[in-house]
């Protein structure tokens, strides 16, 4: 299977190459030439696999340059002990038609880890194959999630180093503690004066430094990185929809062959756009519901054809999804206009230079059979914390609200009341402050530690270890500096 770009169809890749490149000289991203099929009896062989076995089968129909043995790897490695449940993806019966796939019982709580587990593993492995004997350098900025996600996947990850940078001012105490107590020799976090901005500024300006990549070149490294544009990350997230459906079949809950419709809290469109490849495969899914908070441009894009990031920016409850500019929509204008990438450029540049762009009628009829999109602001969210909690004792993280928000709104608007998989993205002992709120319960300010006890107390539920194993754990990084001092926090880590 070769990949091409979504902006450059003269591009003929391997998976190996896409993984280690991560997106396209031209800025275009990496997508497969075709579509691997699953046929009804494959699908009935994955439901007799654990979800490691259904990793490692899906990914052989898309990453055709690695063997068996090393997805066998990659695939364990990724998906052992460090999930807390039985499978790295359980699911929860909310209702007789609504099902809960719950994607946060990795190391970080947060469904990032579905991706960021495996992706260390693809990355190195396709390094090698790619001739590079060069070390890998990993620099990230982050305002919070995928800092600590990546931290973990790689962590002692041989041939790979990492440097995460976060703003002094723009992530929450518990995201900041998490990373400044991240074990692992290969690994830095470093604070920098400043606002996300700043600190992604900066690594964007290392990533190009010429002096900084001459040295590094002769030291015997290079740069890589690990956003959620790689393939490397996407291909990971089709997994457990497959996986999904057949736990729901196996235990019984739906037919075999039967459709069910899937719900996913969207920001930069990559968790449901794996949904979208699943059911290109042959999955059976109906709709696919993109949710998204008050940053609504999703929503709007798929309701009237064009996508204008030109609007106020919203700081909301539930923070991953506060984003304008959605990366990976961009592989679905591909695939569903048929794959025409002088368009797919076309709109790309007028989205960068004149902040939007619309699509014809009839391209936006094909991507509406397949999407529904809705939106909340934040009292609709924490309203659904609450009345989820009373009506089902289930608790659920604000990323999840909005998703089930835009399920009622959905069967409201369309009395359509099949079955449903909701993507739940993250533990509520995450955003405990929030959640706390929904219940009811937000008189004074607390300390993180707090917060997790009294929401423990209200709800007699255990937070998941990794977020009590905090409380336990030592600083190894409080380091601050300016940005202007990144080029040589970077060289020393190296030794250069
Ligand atoms: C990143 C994230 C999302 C958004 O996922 P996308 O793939 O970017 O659409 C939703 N919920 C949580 C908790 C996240 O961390």
Redesign the pocket.
Known sequence: MQYTSTRDPRQSISSAQAIAAGISPEGGLYVPQELPKVSRRELESLCTMNYQQRAQWILSKYLTDFTQQELEACVNAAYGDQFDDETPAPISCLAPNTYLLELWHGPTC???DMALQLLPQLLVRSVQKCGNSEETVILVATSG?TGKAALEGFQDVPGTRMVVFYPRDGVSPMQKLQMQTQEGDNLRVCAIEGNFDDAQTGVKELFVDSGLLEKMEMGGFCFSSAN?INWGRLVPQIVYYFSGYCDLVSSGEIAPGETIHVVV????????LAAYFAKSMGLPLGKLLCASNENDVLTEFLRTGTYNRVRPFHLTCSP??DILVSSNLERLLYLASGRDSKKVTHWMRDLREKGQYTIPEDLLARIQQDFWAGSCNDRQTLAVIGEVFQTYSYLC?P?TAVALHALQEYRQETKDFTKALVAS??SPFKFADSVLKALGHSEQMRDGFETIRILQDVTGLAAPGPIQALAHKQVRFNQCIRKSQMKEYVLKMLGL
Request: charged share 15%; net charge negative; glycine share 10%.
């Open positions: 947060a469904f990032k999630d959620s809290p969207t920001g930069n469109f990559g968790n449901i991953s999804m993280d990323h993205t993250a």
